[in-house]
């Protein structure tokens, strides 16, 4: 009855309710959206999500990590090669993938954990660019060129062809690691991480073993990675080495800070909606995009510096008399001169 209780997820109603809206919407977007593109796009930004969570469980423990693409590549490569090389079925090689590049993290968490702040950083950094270049160098993993005509999943004769089934398959991992990571944040284990991330020392003095805590953080957020690079070769059906690049894993940390690094789940889910679909939309005036989203990221920067929701929670309430206020400074500023 004790496990029980641990594990629990506990949830206001209102919560609650949102999340559930959030869920409902979720469930039938291919019902209402005809457009694959749309539903491509709604794949990507669960994909990243994901990712951007893994970011921000390892935050959650004091670490930043630059590596977190490089597990999301173990993930892809295994799974392909357990497919290609040994005829395993999808549906044993997700598992297969994802508790391999777990027992993977594990061994490698278990060294460079001991070393947080701007060395961890640095061995993660590293960690990403030999991951690249192992999968370049390495004819096993289709060199540069990568590994191509990867099999899509399939139930028995079914074969998964358009985007719905590739959805609501991706709509059930990101909902498993969702129940998974809120569980953990709302257990023992979580407030562990939070003490360790808040004081180091202080947990430590309380009795909180900081290296045990922080190398399960690196193994499960790691393992996440890699089933996502699991699903990633199967939908793309190709990989190739600049799945590990070094841009990848700067963007999965801006998901998480872009939409509040303190909520370790909606946050990444808002950041990586907004960069996922804001640069899409702006291609029809594809001339002008990298300009506008570069200004919208600057804007969200200098004005959101907590994160999207991070400065909605400092600010409950907005008040469009300020609003008027400080536009009213500005053009006084401007006709003065005194910008």
């Given at each position: 009855m004790?496990?029980?209780t641990k594990w629990?997820i506990?949830l206001?109603?209102?919560?609650?309710?949102?999340?559930?809206?959030?869920g409902?919407?979720?469930?039938?977007?291919?019902?209402?959206v005809?457009?694959?593109y749309?539903?491509h796009?709604?794949?990507m930004?669960?994909?990243?999500a994901?990712?951007?969570?893994?970011f921000?469980m390892?935050?959650?423990?004091?670490?930043?990590?630059?590596?977190?693409?490089?597990?999301?590549?173990?993930g892809?490569?295994?799974s392909?090669?357990?497919?290609m090389?040994?005829?395993?079925?999808?549906?044993l090689?997700l598992?297969l993938?994802?508790m391999?590049?777990?027992?993977?993290?594990?061994?490698?968490?278990s060294v460079?954990v001991?070393?947080?702040?701007a060395p961890?950083v640095l061995v993660t950094?590293?960690?990403?660019?030999?991951t690249q270049?192992?999968?370049?160098q390495?004819?096993l993993f289709?060199?540069?060129g990568?590994?191509?005509?990867i099999?899509?999943?399939s139930?028995?004769?079914?074969?998964?062809?358009?985007?719905?089934?590739y959805?609501?398959?991706?709509l059930?991992?990101?909902g498993m690691i969702?129940?998974v990571?809120q569980?953990l944040?709302?257990?023992?284990i979580?407030r562990?991480?939070?003490?360790i991330q808040l004081s180091d020392?202080?947990?430590?003095a309380?009795g909180?073993?900081a290296?045990?805590?922080?190398?399960?953080?690196?193994t499960?957020a790691?393992?996440?990675a890699g089933?996502?690079?699991?699903?990633y070769?199967?939908?793309f059906?190709t990989?190739t080495?600049?799945?590990?690049?070094?841009?990848?894993?700067?963007?999965?940390?801006?998901?998480?800070v872009?939409?509040?690094i303190?909520?370790?789940?909606l946050?990444?889910?808002l950041?990586a909606?907004?960069?996922v679909?804001?640069?899409?939309?702006?291609r029809?005036?594809?001339?002008?995009?990298?300009?506008?989203?570069?200004?919208?990221?600057?804007v969200?920067?200098v004005?959101f510096?907590?994160?999207i929701?991070?400065t909605?929670?400092k600010?409950p309430?907005?008040?469009l008399?300020?609003l008027?206020?400080?536009?009213r400074?500005i053009r006084r500023?401007i006709?003065t001169?005194?910008?």
């Amino acid at each position: 009855m004790r496990s029980m209780t641990k594990w629990r997820i506990p949830l206001s109603k209102p919560r609650l309710i949102a999340l559930s809206v959030i869920g409902v919407a979720l469930a039938i977007l291919p019902l209402v959206v005809e457009s694959p593109y749309i539903l491509h796009l709604a794949i990507m930004a669960l994909i990243y999500a994901a990712l951007g969570m893994t970011f921000s469980m390892l935050f959650s423990t004091g670490l930043i990590s630059l590596g977190c693409a490089a597990f999301y590549a173990v993930g892809a490569y295994t799974s392909a090669l357990l497919v290609m090389k040994l005829g395993l079925s999808f549906w044993l090689a997700l598992p297969l993938a994802t508790m391999i590049t777990g027992v993977i993290a594990l061994g490698i968490g278990s060294v460079i954990v001991r070393y947080p702040g701007a060395p961890f950083v640095l061995v993660t950094l590293v960690l990403a660019v030999v991951t690249q270049q192992t999968a370049g160098q390495v004819e096993l993993f289709g060199g540069w060129g990568g590994i191509m005509d990867i099999p899509s999943p399939s139930i028995g004769a079914l074969q998964f062809t358009g985007k719905i089934p590739y959805y609501y398959l991706l709509l059930f991992l990101f909902g498993m690691i969702v129940l998974v990571f809120q569980a953990l944040y709302s257990s023992r284990i979580g407030r562990a991480w939070k003490s360790i991330q808040l004081s180091d020392p202080l947990a430590k003095a309380v009795g909180i073993n900081a290296y045990r805590y922080r190398v399960s953080a690196f193994t499960i957020a790691s393992s996440a990675a890699g089933l996502m690079g699991s699903f990633y070769a199967h939908y793309f059906q190709t990989i190739t080495p600049d799945i590990t690049g070094g841009w990848v894993s700067i963007y999965i940390q801006l998901y998480a800070v872009l939409g509040g690094i303190g909520f370790y789940i909606l946050g990444p889910a808002l950041g990586a909606s907004i960069m996922v679909f804001v640069p899409e939309f702006l291609r029809l005036v594809e001339e002008f995009e990298p300009v506008v989203t570069g200004i919208l990221l600057i804007v969200l920067i200098v004005f959101f510096p907590g994160g999207i929701l991070g400065t909605l929670q400092k600010r409950p309430r907005f008040r469009l008399a300020n609003l008027s206020d400080r536009i009213r400074k500005i053009r006084r500023w401007i006709s003065t001169g005194a910008l």
